[in-house]
């Protein structure tokens, strides 16, 4: 008889500090040197931007939080503004407890839900123009997302339809919007629309349904490689058990394309995120918009920098939360892959 | 519960000079097949000879292109409704298991139950539950297709089709893509099907000894057409035709 084989413990990798900097960092002459150019640089870059940061003039930011969160929302209008906000925080950190805790996805979405709901109603006597600053880019990129998620995956159904005429007329729709740039549909929307309503839609809900059409054919063509990227032995074996083409398309298609194309979306959505910005163009006073009315004041004409550096940070600080958002449910929906 | 096969001589699938093209490629050259209720027949050839499409053809995965098919007295044509009924009387096995990866083994049984037959989900569940215990696996309802065996995946995949209570069960290679260790345990819960269920049953396979033992009728197919049908018997002993006694003599030495 052979003796039995001994699960060993793999060998020991770490490194000490030392020992990593010098494979790593100080690795031969070459490295070296470029290790050290590379610290002096950083310093240099660090130094200065520590500097204009202590000297720049913040109140631009700090005397105006208000209209760089709410616009000009009536003073007799933002507690509403202000409780809105309070939910949707709460909510977040609901939803951070709750992912931490592992509760089931249907208690988080009705927790959403509710939020949502109460947002509605808190802002239900405020005219749509008169909101702004960060509370209206965020309104704009929410509605944009979630109005064009159902459509695009509509879209995308549609795209690899067994009918010709449904397929065509996706295909035609992604096309064409993905031929014009967002600046060009947001303008011809807000003139289009205008023409057919008069004056009486706000500038903000054409905006709104700029975006969502807009959206929608990169979201249609994100979920037709999603649908085109489950194996077809999937969809065969629907069949053959007698489930219709919606079925399995809804329970078995869809679900796989999903997880497959959420990086793709998110990324998408990222964007629209920072797409909300164009709206200026089109006259709204989202955040950047009410930046440059700020610069456009005496007391701040020189503060251009802490403008966008601020501008800047706010859609940083946005998109990046989408990002790790992102990554978390990745890792969840990683449950019972192949 | 041993139910004893009857064979009482009624076709329950029924091709009549069936022809499939794929382009300009004639796969299927005149197919005639009659397979009677409760049968086992066994389809051998070698690869390209349109066993697998003609076995996709009887649920209409494939749309022949010539010729006539009747499943349980219903006739394939375009009609849906006809396609739909008949899916719901044929259950399918696949060479690559193709089991929903985004659904637990009990999930993947009871979907088709609930959906299309709109059983109770509970009801559903007590089906799944006898299925898995009948094919060996009942410790597995709760677990996702990625973490079992090739072996037990197609054992979820028998048990998926099984749920919805077909007559007829169509095997397209349903051995082919398993490790050799695991290729006995699947042939054992087919052997069982054809024994105690008295299931008709259509398999593609290269496993001569399941067809020895099992099949009641072997075809064997080359180039789109049927070239020799008979039973096990006659195939080991004196086939006829020399393209079968080449096939054979290949699978059986390797």
Redo the contacts between chains.
Sequence with gaps: MATPAVALPPPEERLGLLAWAQQNLFDGWLNTALTIAVAVLLGWFGNAVVRWAAAAHWQVVTANLRLWIVGLLPLSQVWRAWWAGGLIATAVLLTILGIAARVRPRVIISLWAATVVGVIWLFSPVRLDQIGGLSLTLLLAVVAISASFPIGVLVGVGRVSGLPIVRLFCTAYIEAIRGIPLIAVLLWFSIFVSLLSGESMPRVARAMIGMTVFASAYVGEIMRAGIQSV?R??A?????????GW?TMV??VL??AF?NMLPALVGGFISLFKDTSLTVIIGLSDLLGIGRSLLALTDYLHDVKEVYVFALMVYFVFSYALSAGSRVLERRLG???? | MSVAPQRDGQPIIILEDVHKWFGKLHVLRGITLKVRAGEVVVIAGPSGSGKSTMIRCI?R?EAHSGGRIAVDGIELTDDLRNV?AV??E???V?Q?F???????AMQNIT??PV??RRWSLPRAEQVARELLARVGIPEKAGV???QLSGGQQQRV?IA??LA?QPKIMLFDEPTSALDPEMIQEVLDVMKSLAREMGMTMMVVTHEMGFAREVADRLVFMDEGVIVEEGTPEHFFTNPKEDRTKLFLSKILHQ
């Design positions: 194996p032995g999937q065969e074996a629907a069949r053959a058990l007698g489930l219709s079925k329970f078995v679900p796989q997880k449950l019972g892959e192949r | 649920n995965l739909d899916r719901r044929v259950g399918m696949f690559s193709n089991l929903f990866p985004h659904l637990t979907l088709a959906q299309v996702y297709p990625a995949a998926r089709a919805m």
